[in-house]
């Protein structure tokens, strides 16, 4: 089946640093990959949809400039969480879509101190 | 008004008893619907699709598709322990753009011994 590998599972960096999350579609070519993220005991928040070879489209609310997404392959997306803040603080998930099905990274626990 | 509406729980149920997960969507459109489960700080995977009006059965889910109603359900038979989690409900909206997913607050399932 569709595996999607991210990385890194769980991270903490210290205020006004950045950190970037790796989403990578193992063996299918995923041309849309988003991505999530979850603060607890809530569900996931669509932040934006990453297309490859484009600009990425963000969700209303989501800052661009402090989430920097690429999808620079069919195989590949990143999330930077630049000049990070505690409320940045979160569960970051990916999904790669392959026809109506998404599958799901692991997540990426992000603290920032 | 919400997209997804689930019952937020939480609902218990004795092992061995049927779960009842309940989900309403607002977009009379949407063709296609998910039950994810969700363990707590893990990311969602994919339990059951459906696309269909009427019943969907694998294994121990049944998953049951009312358009006209636009609610979709979830069955658990012989409910185990191992079945405690959130389980999310998620619709491809035919507004959506890229086939987006849109997930509901999710309903969280323990399952006592």
């Known amino acids: 089946g569709a595996v999607v590998s991210q990385h890194p599972s769980r991270v903490i960096c210290k205020s006004g640093t950045s950190v970037k999350i790796e989403c990578r579609s193992l063996?299918?070519?995923?041309?849309?990959m988003f991505w999530y993220r979850q603060f607890p005991k809530q569900s996931l928040m669509l932040m934006a949809t990453s297309n490859e070879g484009s600009k990425a489209t963000y969700e209303q609310g989501v800052e661009k400039d402090k989430f920097l997404i690429n999808h620079a392959s069919l195989t590949l997306s990143t999330l930077t969480v630049t000049s990070a803040h505690p409320e940045d603080s979160s569960f970051y998930i990916c999904s790669a879509q392959m026809g109506v099905f998404h599958t799901f990274g692991s997540g990426t626990r992000l603290t920032v101190v | 008004q919400k997209e997804v509406e689930q019952n937020s729980g939480p609902l218990s149920v004795p092992e061995g008893a049927i779960a009842s997960l309940n989900c309403t969507y607002s977009?009379?459109?949407?063709?296609?619907f998910f039950w994810y489960r969700q363990y707590s700080g893990k990311s969602p995977e994919l339990i059951m699709s459906i696309y269909s009006n009427g019943d969907k059965e694998d294994g121990r889910f049944t998953a049951q598709l009312n358009k006209a109603s636009q609610y979709v359900s979830l069955l658990i038979r012989d409910s185990q322990p191992s079945d405690s989690a959130t389980y999310l409900c998620?619709?491809?909206?035919?507004?959506?753009?890229?086939?987006?997913?849109?997930f509901g607050s999710g309903t969280q399932l323990t399952v006592l011994p």
């Open positions: 063996d299918f070519q995923a041309t849309t």
């Open positions: 998620a619709v491809i909206s035919s507004s959506g753009s890229a086939r987006q997913l849109t």
């Open positions: 977009d009379r459109g949407s063709q296609s």
